[in-house]
């Protein structure tokens, strides 16, 4: 039976059991008087797929180094159960890096490739962990290939493999797909948390790319300022983001600032964009004075006239309409001056006669709105656009063999740390 397929456990596949839970404690990295990552307390269940998420200059990249032990924090531990990897160097750590640039040695086959690491410790079966590594990743057909002769794709493959072969605790992806296209790329999104769920590792995805974060992970942080703003799972950060934010940077959001004037029952009452919304408390961090209203551009309906009933409504002026294939974008202007945006299916064909400088009624559900603190909306936008930022976060340098051996079992819990739910 192949160590990493077949049936059986996970814990018989060849992979050592994690020792419990990857664990972060007021890390910080500062270089001179820039602090990459500000006092971050993490808590990364084992065996659970988990996003690092954020713009270019945020920390994302610099907190996998540490992990990885290619940069040292500045204060600070870093631990896997009860074990502290903070001084630990790369290759006795029991973890495994893939990059962007997958590394690949070209003199060398696939299979080569993947048995280099344990070829290297001297591992007697080093091409029967190469060979079962490659069909993990459905890339035995290929093993005599060189890395030249392959796509991009299966270049990354290969990497993966590679990395795999070494029966790391914690496998780090540090983005990995940003070379491939669009149609691979979402190939190889469903592949990577494929062979997550088979293998049962810690997979840890830094990544910019919000797609990338909600199709694979289990849980998202997403990181501004090298702290982070918000994690939980996936679909409830994008449907209720706490901060403007984290509802910019993953997916689009509507957002105006507005003031609460009163409630109704369970319903904020707030005066925004030129007329009045109700946000759900529930649905809302700020419960009154001042707050910014928002809502996603897919939860907004588009009516050729006032709708009739009591639910959100406002007026507005179409300034642009956008075919993207299966939706329709619709730019328009409110009250206010903002813009905001509105995605439609392509369902209703009549749809299709609304121009700029048509007038229009956006309408959506109380339970859609959201509400956060005040804030500048344009903060994500602004900071991927920054020119400057990507200059703040050094990128990984390439290393072969990362992994060791290490000692220690158990896990522990920290109360300061950000508990990632399991």
Same mark, same amino acid.
């Given at each position: 039976?192949?160590?990493?397929?077949?049936?059986?456990?996970?814990?018989?596949?060849?992979?050592?059991?994690?020792?419990?839970?990857?664990?972060?404690?007021?890390?910080?990295?500062?270089?001179?008087?820039?602090? &990459?990552?500000?006092?971050?307390?993490?808590?990364?269940?084992?065996?659970?797929?988990?996003?690092?998420?954020?713009?270019?200059?945020?920390?994302?990249?610099?907190?996998?180094?540490?992990?990885?032990?290619?940069?040292?924090?500045?204060?600070?531990?870093?631990?896997?159960?009860?074990?502290?990897?903070?001084?630990?160097?790369?290759?006795?750590?029991?973890?495994? %890096?893939?990059?962007?640039?997958?590394?690949?040695?070209?003199?060398?086959?696939?299979?080569?490739?993947?048995?280099?690491?344990? /070829?290297?410790?001297?591992?007697?079966?080093?091409?029967?962990? #190469?060979?079962?590594?490659?069909?993990?990743?459905?890339?035995?057909?290929?093993? &005599?290939?060189?890395?030249?002769?392959?796509?991009?794709?299966?270049? =990354?493959?290969? #990497?993966?493999?590679?990395?795999?072969?070494?029966?790391?605790?914690?496998?780090?992806?540090?983005?990995?797909?940003? #070379?491939?296209?669009?149609?691979?790329?979402?190939?190889?999104?469903?592949?990577?948390?494929?062979?997550?769920?088979?293998?049962?590792?810690?997979?840890?995805?830094?990544?910019?790319?919000?797609?990338? #974060?909600?199709?694979?992970?289990?849980?998202?942080?997403?990181?501004?300022?090298?702290?982070?703003?918000?994690?939980?799972?996936?679909?409830?950060?994008?449907?209720?983001? /706490?901060?403007?934010?984290?509802?910019?940077?993953?997916?689009?959001?509507?957002?105006?600032?507005?003031?609460?004037?009163?409630?109704?029952?369970?319903?904020?009452?707030?005066?925004?964009?030129? %007329?009045?919304?109700?946000?759900?408390?529930?649905?809302? %961090?700020?419960?009154?004075?001042?707050?910014?209203?928002?809502?996603?551009?897919?939860?907004?309906?588009?009516?050729?006239?006032?709708?009739?009933?009591?639910?959100?409504?406002?007026?507005?002026?179409?300034?642009?309409?956008?075919?993207?294939?299966?939706?329709?974008?619709?730019?328009?202007?409110?009250? !206010?001056?903002?813009?905001?945006?509105?995605?439609?299916?392509?369902?209703?064909?009549?749809?299709?006669?609304?121009?700029?400088?048509?007038?229009?009624?956006?309408?959506?559900?109380?339970?859609?709105?959201?509400?956060?603190?005040?804030?500048?909306?344009?903060?994500?936008?602004?900071?991927?656009?920054?020119?400057?930022?990507?200059?703040?976060?050094?990128?990984?340098? =390439?290393?072969?063999? %990362?992994?060791?051996?290490?000692?220690?079992?158990? !896990?522990?819990?920290?109360?300061?740390?950000?508990?990632?739910?399991?």
């Amino acid at each position: 039976m192949s160590i990493f397929g077949g049936n059986g456990s996970k814990a018989t596949r060849g992979f050592r059991e994690a020792r419990g839970n990857l664990r972060l404690t007021g890390v910080t990295k500062e270089f001179g008087d820039f602090t &990459a990552v500000d006092d971050l307390g993490l808590e990364v269940p084992r065996g659970s797929f988990f996003a690092l998420l954020g713009p270019s200059g945020c920390g994302k990249t610099t907190t996998l180094r540490m992990v990885a032990g290619l940069e040292q924090p500045t204060r600070g531990r870093i631990l896997i159960g009860d074990t502290d990897l903070t001084g630990s160097r790369p290759y006795e750590r029991p973890v495994n %890096t893939v990059f962007q640039s997958y590394a690949l040695f070209p003199h060398l086959t696939i299979r080569d490739n993947v048995a280099f690491g344990p /070829k290297r410790r001297g591992e007697a079966d080093a091409g029967k962990l #190469a060979d079962d590594a490659l069909e993990l990743v459905q890339m035995s057909h290929l093993a &005599a290939r060189k890395p030249a002769q392959l796509s991009g794709g299966q270049q =990354q493959r290969v #990497a993966v493999a590679r990395a795999l072969v070494n029966r790391p605790e914690v496998l780090l992806l540090d983005e990995p797909l940003g #070379a491939l296209d669009l149609k691979l790329r979402r190939q190889m999104q469903v592949e990577l948390k494929r062979i997550q769920t088979e293998v049962g590792l810690t997979f840890i995805h830094v990544t910019h790319d919000q797609e990338e #974060a909600m199709t694979m992970a289990d849980t998202v942080a997403v990181m501004n300022h090298g702290r982070i703003e918000q994690m939980g799972h996936p679909e409830v950060l994008y449907d209720l983001p /706490k901060t403007s934010f984290v509802a910019n940077f993953l997916g689009q959001s509507n957002l105006g600032d507005g003031r609460v004037t009163g409630t109704d029952g369970d319903d904020l009452v707030v005066e925004v964009a030129g %007329t009045t919304v109700r946000i759900p408390k529930s649905r809302s %961090t700020v419960h009154d004075g001042a707050i910014t209203f928002g809502v996603r551009p897919e939860k907004v309906r588009i009516r050729d006239q006032r709708p009739d009933g009591a639910g959100n409504d406002v007026k507005a002026t179409v300034v642009d309409v956008s075919f993207t294939g299966v939706a329709t974008q619709f730019l328009v202007t409110v009250a !206010s001056g903002t813009t905001w945006a509105v995605y439609e299916q392509n369902l209703d064909v009549e749809r299709n006669h609304l121009r700029p400088g048509d007038e229009v009624w956006l309408e959506w559900e109380s339970g859609h709105a959201f509400g956060v603190p005040v804030n500048d909306v344009e903060a994500a936008a602004a900071t991927v656009a920054d020119p400057d930022a990507a200059k703040a976060e050094p990128r990984a340098h =390439q290393s072969a063999d %990362t992994s060791g051996d290490g000692t220690g079992d158990g !896990s522990g819990s920290d109360p300061d740390a950000l508990a990632v739910p399991s």
